[in-house]
């Protein structure tokens, strides 16, 4: 049974950082490509963030590049995000997904999903 548990959420203030976590199991890890996206309240879905299965490729949105970084240790079976000068527009729910190998940046592509962790930011 495939399961992506996120974790690290918080209430922190405008400009602070954080690290967000996806632990996976029931799959292959090592060769799924992974992704970040978030929700706001009353928003669309989007796409935040991508990385290969072997981590040399990555993608951000244009929202994000420059202060988000994606990354994966394949040993722990642990894909992270680690989020710095936060922004009250990053408030949203963040979920992290599993697709195949390639890195993509779209939603479809993507065949599980975690349940998601609450991140707010206040000004």
Known sequence: QVQLVESGGALVQ????LRLSCAASGLPFSRRAMGWFRQAPGKEREF???ISW???NRYYADSVKGRFAISRDNAKNTVYLQMNSLKPEDTAVYYCAAAGEIATTSEGNYNYWGQGTQVTVSS
């Not at 405008?14 to 950082?17: E, L, N, P, R, V």
């Open 14 to 17: 405008a400009g602070d950082s």
């Open 48 to 50: 935040v963030a991508a």
């Open 54 to 56: 072997t981590g040399g």
